[in-house]
Antibody
């Protein structure tokens, strides 16, 4: 069983950088792809990107210029940094594992989510 | 980018009803389509992956079908715990979700 837990500030000022960490428990950290997904209040889901345990990344092109993801395999953690935030970045941020079955990929384990509000 | 469109955006149903939700991709995604269920205040839960494969632990009343651009999620007999919002997601290239279908009483 894989468990994920997000942590980080719940309030970020406009123009600053949002930083979140996801801590993973279970034995799949070094074999999996790890994603960040967000959901503005009352709206749908947006995939931000994933990071592999090797550090390789794949970002959503719509946010690529502002997103950085990294891993710390010694702590079973991966992180998200989103720069130059505005009110439009206010959302519940989820970390999730991207499971694989052959060429198929899907989000099979999720954190509980953490609300990040962008406001001065 | 591939856009995902779900219909309807919401529907009203009763316990025991057969319910069919639709998801359409803006271009072919073969069978790279997943379905999730989300209840208020909770993270989404994977129901079906690769169009029709049932995730472990998910009741068999949930079935998925389709290919290319048109996909459906069917709930054969709606249960009280099934009142939720359902999202489709394409896993072909840049991952993207549909806007959701809310199933309510």
């Amino acid at each position: 069983q894989v468990q994920l837990q997000e942590s980080g500030p719940g309030l970020v000022k406009p123009s600053e950088t949002l930083s979140l960490t996801c801590t993973v428990s279970g034995d799949s950290f070094s074999t999996s792809y790890w994603s960040w997904i967000r959901q503005p209040p009352g709206k749908g889901l947006e995939w931000l990107g994933y990071v592999y345990y090797t550090g390789s990344t794949n970002y959503n092109p719509s946010l690529k210029s502002r997103v950085t993801m990294s891993v710390d395999t010694s702590k079973n953690q991966f992180s998200l940094k989103l720069s130059s935030v505005t009110a439009a970045d206010t959302a519940v941020y989820y970390c999730a594992r991207e499971g694989r079955s052959g060429s198929y990929a899907y989000f099979d384990y999720w954190g509980q989510g953490t609300l990040v509000t962008v406001s001065s | 980018d591939i856009q995902m469109t779900q219909s309807p955006s919401s529907l009203s149903a009763s316990v025991g009803d057969r319910v069919t939700l639709t998801c359409r991709a803006s271009q072919s995604i073969s069978s790279y389509l997943n379905w999730y269920q989300q209840t208020p205040g909770k993270a989404p839960k994977l129901l079906i992956y690769a169009t029709s494969s049932l995730q472990s632990g998910v009741p068999s009343r949930f079935t998925g079908s389709g290919s290319g651009t048109d996909f459906t999620l069917t709930i054969s007999s709606l249960q009280p715990e099934d009142f939720a919002t359902y999202f489709c997601q394409q896993g072909y290239g840049t991952r993207a979700f549909g806007q959701g279908t809310k199933v309510e009483i």
